[in-house]
């Protein structure tokens, strides 16, 4: 059975980093590309970011380009999502999904399992 749990988040003031994590298991990430997506309260469920199976050709929601980098550690079983420069508007639960597509969209349904999430919030 597929698995993902994503670890790393907390409380950061703004302007402040942290380092998500997701550690996946039952399926590997050169065969697999990886997106974190992030859920505000009251809002839908947003792409943030994506890293390829083969290549790891990276993509980023133009709300955090810059500031946010992904990476994978394909030995280590995890993918990581480096976030600096953190605003107020970043807070929310951060996931991470696996998807069979080399060159996906951040968008959810491209995406079949999922982890628990991991809350960020960032503090003016």
């Known amino acids: 059975q597929p698995q993902l749990v994503e670890s790393g988040g907390g409380l950061v003031q703004s302007g402040g980093s942290l380092r998500l994590s997701c550690v996946v298991s039952g399926f590997g990430l050169a065969v697999y590309s990886i997106g974190w997506f992030r859920q505000a309260p009251g809002k839908e469920r947003e792409g943030v970011s994506t890293i390829s199976s083969d290549n790891g050709r990276t993509t980023y929601a133009d709300s955090v380009s810059g500031r946010f980098t992904i990476s994978k550690d394909i030995a280590k079983n995890t993918v990581y999502l480096q976030m600096n420069s953190l605003k107020s508007e970043d807070t929310g639960v951060y996931y991470c999904?696996?998807?069979?597509?080399?060159?996906?969209?951040?968008?959810?349904?491209?995406?079949?399992?999922w982890g628990q999430g991991t809350q960020v919030t960032v503090s003016e």
């Open positions: 999904a696996r998807t069979i597509w080399r060159d996906p969209n951040l968008v959810p349904v491209e995406f079949d399992y």
